[in-house]
């Protein structure tokens, strides 16, 4: 479909939904005219209209915190638009991953998120509650979690050279994960600077490709 076709309020605007193209989590709502979003595809990033200000506004332009575009779907309706980035730092004006993070109510049931950890990890660091582990690896310093990363890696080699199946692997590969993100924690490195990174090799592309081409008996 081409632009003509969406349906902008009577103020020119059409609501476009941010979410993270490696997570799923909803980022933010914000708005677009028409401008801002040539400027979108133009650009390959997000640039909304403010409301407030009544200026176009391109994510990141003074935070640093871009996002950027990986597809733009218009909803059945035309009436708004789902945006797809990868983003570089926070979404939220308020520093948070994401702006929605007030639940109004909940039923699910919890799910594990590298994110959700991080933000643990980043809040034993920021408060060191007593008797925590990780307050107790964040007290000791950078030498103190480097041996246990360490220590853990040469636990998954053994771990893996096991012939008793793989549940003593798949632990060690927990406590490793666990330890790589409490340093990346003390050293300010982040989960998207890291899937960037990934994403830069073209890992993924690549071994979809390949997995296809193995489908359809091609080499």
């Known amino acids: 479909m081409n632009l003509d076709e969406l349906k902008f309020d009577e103020k020119g ?8 193209y490696y997570t799923g989590r909803v980022l933010t709502l914000a708005y677009m005219n028409k401008e801002s979003l040539e400027i979108t595809i133009k650009e390959g990033r997000t640039c909304f209209w403010s409301r407030s200000r009544q200026e176009l506004w391109r994510k990141g332009e003074t935070s640093g915190n871009v996002q950027h575009v990986v597809s733009l ?36 049931e919890p799910v594990f998120s590298p994110e959700d950890l991080m933000d643990l990890l980043k809040s034993r660091k920021a408060l060191m509650p007593e008797g925590s582990y990780t307050t107790y690896l964040f007290q000791k310093g950078l030498d103190k979690i480097l041996k246990k990363v360490g220590e853990e890696s040469t636990e998954v080699i053994i771990a893996a050279k096991s012939e008793e199946g793989n549940g003593e692997l798949i632990y060690e590969l927990a406590d490793l994960y666990y330890h790589a993100l409490v340093l990346m924690v003390e050293k300010g490195v982040t989960l998207d600077q890291v899937r960037n990174e990934l994403a830069s090799r073209h890992v993924i592309d690549h071994k979809v490709k390949q997995e296809k081409m193995t489908a359809n008996g091609t080499h």
């Open 13 to 20: 605007l059409i609501p476009a939904i941010v979410q993270d």
């Open 73 to 108: 779907t218009a909803d059945c309706d035309h009436d708004a638009i789902l945006v797809k980035v990868i983003k570089e730092g926070p979404a939220c004006h308020l520093g948070t991953d994401s702006c929605f993070e007030n639940k109004l109510m909940d039923k699910e």
